[in-house]
T-cell receptor, first 117, second 111 residues
Framework: AQTVTQSQPEMSVQEAETVTLSCTYD???????LFWYKQPPSRQMILVIR??????QNATENRFSVNFQKAAKSFSLKISDSQLGDAAMYFC??????????????FGQGTRLTINP | NAGVTQTPKFQVLKTGQSMTLQCAQD?????MSWYRQDPGMGLRLIHY???????DQGEVPNGYNVSRSTTEDFPLRLLSAAPSQTSVYFC??????????FGQGTRLTVV
């Protein structure tokens, strides 16, 4: 079974600075997706960024980028120019691309990010 | 464009009561699932479905029941509520090539 680990329960960063959230995962599969979801106080789950394992290029969405290290099974999220609106709980998640696991997301424990003005 | 609609947003139950959390999606997604979110544990899969008439258990299925009679709807039933079922519940839908889309969540308290 796949597992996802976020070892940082809480992080804080000054507004306009850069912060990196860590995520490691364990799987025997070679074809899968990795995601970062953001959960603000509204409780809504919002997709931040998505990475396909077969793509070597790291995904980027505006101020959000990932460092995907497939061999090390690491998938960190970098937030540049942090804004007050980035304050939220962030979840790393894994999903198989094919077969039985394709319907399921496996989540990490979450990292609560605080932005200091 | 409604996406995933989940009701109710809040609910308080007494121990032993039953209730159904409703979930509907309008994106014609084949996959639907229910998760519960507890502090420090992320989201854990309760039940999931790969299409109408097909359901299966996830990581924490005990005390919950599901059915999927249509592509659009995937209700979650609590048969006899227990305090351990106090949690935030999320419904999600996806297709094979898309990310999961989530409902707004239900905060359930069992007293």
């Amino acid at each position: 079974a796949q597992t996802v680990t976020q070892s940082q329960p809480e992080m804080s960063v000054q507004e306009a600075e850069t912060v990196t959230l860590s995520c490691t995962y364990d799987t025997s599969e070679s074809d899968y997706y990795l995601f970062w979801y953001k959960q603000p106080p509204s409780r809504q789950m919002i997709l931040v960024i998505r990475q396909e394992a077969y793509k070597q290029q790291n995904a980027t969405e505006n101020r959000f980028s990932v460092n995907f290290q497939k061999a090390a099974k690491s998938f960190s999220l970098k937030i540049s120019d942090s804004q007050l609106g980035d304050a939220a709980m962030y979840f790393c998640a894994y999903r198989s691309r094919l077969g039985q696991g394709a319907q399921k997301l496996v989540f990490g424990q979450g990292t609560r990010l605080t932005i200091n003005p | 464009n409604a996406g995933v609609t989940q009701t109710p947003k809040f609910q308080v139950l007494k121990t032993g009561q039953s209730m159904t959390l409703q979930c509907a999606q309008d994106m014609n997604h084949e996959y639907m699932s229910w998760y519960r979110q507890d502090p420090g544990m992320g989201l854990r899969l309760i039940h999931y479905s790969v299409g109408a008439g097909i359901t299966d258990q996830g990581e924490v299925p005990n005390g919950y029941n599901v059915s999927r009679s249509t592509t659009e709807d995937f209700p979650l039933r609590l048969l006899s509520a227990a305090p351990s079922q106090t949690s935030v519940y999320f419904c999600a839908s996806a297709s094979a090539r898309t990310e999961a889309f989530f409902g707004q969540g239900t905060r359930l308290t069992v007293v």
